[in-house]
């Protein structure tokens, strides 16, 4: 690129790798695996806004505790996100066991993810808030690795892995997109 963009500190347009651990109300629930950091493009809303925010400017190989709000992580709890379906309106095939996370198809044709939450005798209760929704988050992170993200990166707004990692599925919505043979 031509723009000569430093590859030390984080910044927009440039994909990261970070090792994380995140705590929540004092229990770690979620962790990378030792040599395998997430790789995010920085900038495009591939992580929470307010993690992506806190590691704005963090060098090649800092730290940082980061405290996330809830409002800038998963968003506050919404009671109404929580609905009650008539058991009937679920297949035979469905377990309804309380915690079960399903797929569900909106009006729209959208399909959208909500676990049980309470199973009575005519009625599934639904929760469509994220398990984190209204929970405050709690980050160590460390920058591992800085690189300057392709063309088409910026253009799908996500990273690429390299063609051996790739199965010609990147997951695009533009026919565009593959994984190159060379």
Do not use: W
């Not at 297949?91 to 996370?101: A, H, M, R, S, V």
């Amino acid at each position: 690129m031509s723009d000569n963009k430093e590859l030390t500190k984080v910044a927009k347009d440039l994909v990261i790798s970070m090792d994380y651990e995140l705590t929540v109300d004092g229990e770690i629930i979620d962790a990378t695996d030792p040599g395998d950091p997430i790789q995010f493009l920085q900038g495009h809303e591939n992580i929470i806004s307010g993690l992506e925010k806190a590691i704005e400017g963090l060098a090649l190989g800092e730290s940082k505790e980061a405290f996330v709000k809830a409002a800038e992580a998963y968003g506050e709890y919404d009671q109404d996100s929580v609905m009650e379906v008539p058991k009937a309106e679920f297949p035979q095939d469905i377990p309804l066991e309380i915690g079960l996370e399903i797929g569900v198809t909106n009006e729209n044709g959208e399909e959208m993810g909500a676990f049980i939450e309470e199973v009575s005798v005519d009625t599934v209760t639904l929760n469509f808030n994220h398990p984190l929704a209204g929970k405050d988050l709690n980050f160590k992170v460390k920058i591992v690795g800085i690189r300057e993200a392709t063309a088409e990166e910026l253009e799908h707004g996500h990273i690429h892995f390299d063609a051996c990692d790739c199965d010609g599925d990147c997951d695009c919505d533009d026919e565009s997109c593959h994984c190159h043979d060379n």
